[in-house]
């Protein structure tokens, strides 16, 4: 395998592996995750509707000829995360220290990648890139 594609690959189950390990607290209602969908306004069908559209993001880049699809998907999804937290919830949320702020940048870039990778297969980027 050539370096890229692993590098694509390892890129890929980072986002799918850091979305899927924060779905347990979105369904399980974590009083981090209700406090974060209570401050931005969409607790609890936000948290529901946010946590299975992470699922099917993870499940999608996973999969080898359409992981872009999920690319695209994550980056939608942590976009709006970086977007609240950047105007309600800050870089910081109840001392996280930041980290769920690193996770929403370090999936949107793996997403980004992952679309990038596939871009001759993306109808819309062929026309633009």
């Known amino acids: 395998m050539k370096i890229r594609k692993v590098g694509v690959l390892v890129l890929r189950i980072l986002a799918a592996f850091i979305m899927l390990q924060t779905l347990y607290f979105k369904f399980t209602g974590a009083p981090e995750s209700i406090f974060i969908f209570s401050t931005i306004g969409m607790e609890p069908w936000g948290r529901y509707m946010v946590g299975s559209m992470e699922l099917v993001a993870s499940v999608l880049l996973l999969?080898?000829?359409?992981?872009?699809?999920?690319?695209?998907?994550?980056?939608?999804?942590?976009?709006?995360?970086?977007?609240?937290?950047?105007?309600?919830?800050?870089?910081?949320?109840?001392?996280?220290?930041?980290?769920?702020?690193?996770?929403?940048?370090?999936?949107?870039?793996?997403?980004?990648?992952?679309?990038l990778d596939r871009k001759n297969d993306i109808p819309i980027l062929k026309t633009l890139i």
């Open 63 to 115: 999969i080898p000829k359409i992981y872009w699809l999920g690319g695209l998907l994550g980056m939608g999804l942590m976009a709006g995360a970086l977007f609240f937290h950047a105007v309600f919830l800050g870089i910081e949320v109840q001392g996280d220290g930041g980290l769920l702020f690193a996770y929403a940048v370090i999936v949107f870039f793996a997403s980004l990648v992952a679309v």
